[in-house]
């Protein structure tokens, strides 16, 4: 267990990516701050610690359930999954997956350190990783994710924040096959009519052209910020009817 010290009670009105801690590891205090995923996933257990004994985080095994009961009410298969989580982190989507029953996952993150804390933390867990951003991809890889036939698509507690545009979700989206799942949450703030960072619009132009049929959503604690609030976020279960525009639509 490590000595985990959040700023001051009068000093903790910060925005959710900018809220940190300090850490003690290796002999030194160290400051983090929570979106510097490349450092918590470098310290073993760290990641898991912090966000879901301290914070309580609840989005994975949430998501998961939602896409459970979706499932459930159509008298389907878990065992049918074949699944591309993005922002996969180290692997606490995929765990629950794997709990699910799905057939096979392959997870995806920008950083190198995320797939290291995937293979130390969930090894087994998923059938491949890839490190690299889903906008970029060479033919040959985009290639090789399409004969895998994903029928469902997790993004869950990536997007946002720039982690993951809405362009890259998109990507995404496009990689799995007519029919299948589309199971990702966001801030409830990005899903409102005053957002400004492409989410809404991509989401609500998905539903308005039946790009995206929503099955489930559900509003939730994702997790508690620094100063023991709730922060809430949106989870949404649809299903795929068509590709949705690579960029954010206007």
């Excluded at 966000?51 to 009410?73: G, K």
């Excluded at 991509?202 to 995206?212: A, E, V």
Aim: with cysteine.
């Amino acid at each position: 267990m490590f000595e985990i010290t959040f700023p001051p009670k009068d000093d903790r009105d910060y925005d959710q990516d900018e809220e940190w801690c300090e850490v003690a590891f290796d002999g030194e205090q160290r400051r983090i701050r929570f979106h510097d995923y490349d450092e918590i996933y470098s310290i073993p257990g760290l990641y898991d610690q912090l966000f879901y004994d301290e914070l309580r985080c609840d989005s994975p095994r949430t998501l998961c359930a939602l896409l459970a009961d979706c499932i459930a009410e159509e008298d389907g298969d878990a065992d049918d999954l074949r699944v591309l989580d993005l922002g996969a982190g180290n692997g606490k989507v995929g765990e629950q997956l794997k709990l699910l029953g799905a057939d096979s996952i392959v997870g995806m993150d920008l950083i190198e350190e995320a797939a290291a804390a995937a293979d130390r933390d969930q090894p087994g867990v998923y059938d491949d990783y890839l490190v690299g951003d889903i906008t970029e991809l060479s033919e040959d890889v985009r290639d090789e994710l399409s004969e895998r036939r994903f029928n469902c698509l997790t993004s869950v507690a990536a997007l946002g924040f720039d982690d993951i545009p809405p362009e890259a979700f998109a990507h995404a989206h496009n990689l799995i096959e007519p029919g299948g799942w589309i199971v990702f949450n966001i801030k409830e703030e990005f899903i409102s009519e005053q957002d400004d960072s492409g989410f809404s619009r991509l989401i609500r132009q998905g539903l308005d052209d039946d790009s995206l049929q929503l099955e489930a959503d559900r509003r939730y604690r994702h997790r508690l910020s620094i100063a023991g609030d709730p922060i809430h976020y949106v989870g949404m279960v649809a299903r795929k009817q068509a590709d949705l525009p690579v960029g954010v639509p206007g």
